[in-house]
Antibody, heavy 123, light 110 residues
Framework: EVQLLESGGGLVQPGGSLRLSCAAS????????VNWVRQAPGKGLEWVSV????????YYADSVKGRLTISRDNSKNTVFLQMNNLRAEDTAVYYC????????????????WGQGTLVTVSS | QSALTQPASLSGSPGQSITISCTGT?????????VSWYQQHPGKVPKLMIY???NRPSGVSNRFSGSKSGNTASLTISGLQAEDEADYYC??????????FGGGTKLTVL
């Protein structure tokens, strides 16, 4: 069974930093790209970033480019999201999501999601 | 990266069919067959219902179907059931190597 478990969320002041982790199990981790998707309280889904299966390619939403960095450690089946210079508008539940198919890095087809971790940016 | 356009809310009675639209541009919905639909019940994680415009993952009821015409994709739910009451989001791959979601549609089963 595919499992994704996010951690690292919490309360941080504007301008601060957090590092989220997504620990994966139940599938061949190194064969799939992984995405982060966020959802502000009471709002819709927003795609944040993706990292390729090998980690050599990354893409970001314009709203986070230059402030958030995605990375992965295939030896530990874990994806990370380093979040710097956080803003109030980054407040959201952050989900990691596995893609349905290996191969193409990004199609927006997310077949497995973690339970999410809440990031609150507030003074 | 403007969000795809979905109706904010829709409603239907049990047994009816409803269609949720998702309008984008030629740079996303119209340009690629990478449209997906997600169902999200309150407090729950999104669930993939349709991918690549019209494909259903295993385990998803065949009451759910997808289609696309030009820059608009659609999700049709036939034989509406109480358990279908949820938020629905479309998504699409875009020409700038990103993914864009729709604003979401709150479906109420009367």
């Amino acid at each position: 069974e595919v499992q994704l478990l996010e951690s690292g969320g919490g309360l941080v002041q504007p301008g601060g930093s957090l590092r989220l982790s997504c620990a994966a199990s139940g599938f061949i981790f190194s064969s799939y790209s992984v995405n982060w998707v966020r959802q502000a309280p009471g709002k819709g889904l927003e795609w944040v970033s993706v990292i390729s299966s090998s980690g050599d390619k990354t893409y970001y939403a314009d709203s986070v480019k230059g402030r958030l960095t995605i990375s992965r450690d295939n030896s530990k089946n874990t994806v990370f999201l380093q979040m710097n210079n956080l803003r109030a508008e980054d407040t959201a539940v952050y989900y990691c999501a596995k893609v349905l198919r290996g191969g193409r890095i990004l199609t927006g087809v997310f077949d497995s999601w973690g339970q999410g971790t809440l990031v609150t940016v507030s003074s | 990266q403007s969000a795809l356009t979905q109706p904010a809310s829709l409603s239907g009675s049990p047994g009816q069919s409803i269609t949720i639209s998702c309008t984008g541009t030629s740079s996303d919905v119209g340009g690629y067959n990478y449209v997906s639909w997600y169902q999200q019940h309150p407090g729950k994680v999104p669930k993939l219902m349709i991918y690549d415009v019209r494909n259903r993952p295993s385990g998803v009821s065949n009451r759910f179907s997808g289609s696309k015409s030009g820059n608009t994709a659609s999700l049709t739910i036939s034989g509406l059931q109480a358990e279908d009451e949820a938020d629905y989001y479309c998504s699409s791959y875009t020409s700038t190597n990103t993914v864009v979601f729709g604003g979401g549609t709150k479906l109420t089963v009367l």
